[in-house]
């Protein structure tokens, strides 16, 4: 079956330096995939997107590395700052699939 | 600009009670999602409504249904309920269905 899960499930990073976090898939099918921020007591907040035919796009501070061959997503953070400590998932959706799969997340923790 | 809205934002219920949870999606976005987010897990799908029609439905029993209305808010509800059903519910809107998808805050639903 479908599955999405995370290398590590919590990272530590002095602030000031760079992030990285990955992510694995399994639906060779996927077409669309997410980076979520999840802050305690809040909902999932869209970070970055990225579409199959891509295989790096850019934002503010992050970066998000598609490699289809390995079925492996990264998020990079750039600079980290107190306030990018927060649970972060990846999800995916499949064409014409309706739904999000999301992995189990990675608590990402910034040391002042 | 008001983002997802949901309703309310605590509850307490018991076991074998009913109880129906609300959301008001991004003015615009037809579509509404809702996901079941266990603690320490990623959000589950649920269920995927997209004007006013159901598109999409998770791996959940028949206990759960929901609906969307003409302004296209929605409603979950959950009957007979059991302590495994204690989760955070999101409500996600998008613009279309399959596409980038905003959360709200979330619903806490405790079942004792």
């Known amino acids: 079956g479908e599955s999405v899960g995370l290398h590590l499930p919590t990272l530590s990073v002095q602030e000031g330096d760079n992030s990285i976090i990955n992510c694995a898939y399994s639906?060779?099918?996927?077409?669309?995939f997410i980076w979520y921020k999840q802050e305690s007591g809040k909902g999932p907040q869209f970070i970055i997107d990225i579409r199959s035919n891509m295989d790096k796009r850019q934002g503010q501070r992050v970066t998000v590395l598609l490699n289809k061959t390995v079925k492996h997503l990264s998020l990079q953070i750039a600079a980290t700052q107190p306030g990018d400590s927060a649970v972060y998932f990846c999800?995916?959706?499949?064409?014409?699939?309706?739904?999000?799969?999301f992995g189990t997340g990675t608590r990402l923790t910034i040391i002042p | 600009d008001a983002g997802v809205t949901q309703s309310p934002t605590h509850l307490i219920k018991t076991r074998g009670q009913h109880v129906t949870l609300r959301c008001s999606p991004i003015?615009?976005?037809?579509?509404v999602s809702w996901y079941q987010q266990v603690l320490g897990q990623g959000p589950q799908f649920i269920f995927q409504y997209y004007e006013k029609e159901e598109r999409g439905r998770g791996n959940f029993p028949d206990r759960f249904s929901a609906r969307q209305f003409p302004n296209y808010s929605s409603e979950l509800n959950v009957n007979a309920l059991l302590l495994g059903d204690s989760a955070l519910y999101l409500c996600?809107?998008?613009?279309?269905?399959?596409?980038?998808?905003?959360f709200g805050q979330g619903t806490r639903l405790t079942v004792v």
């Open positions: 996600a809107s998008s613009l279309l269905a399959g596409g980038e998808a905003f």
């Open positions: 003015s615009g976005h037809k579509s």
């Open positions: 999800a995916e959706n499949g064409f014409g699939n309706e739904k999000l799969t």
């Open positions: 639906n060779s099918a996927s077409d669309y």
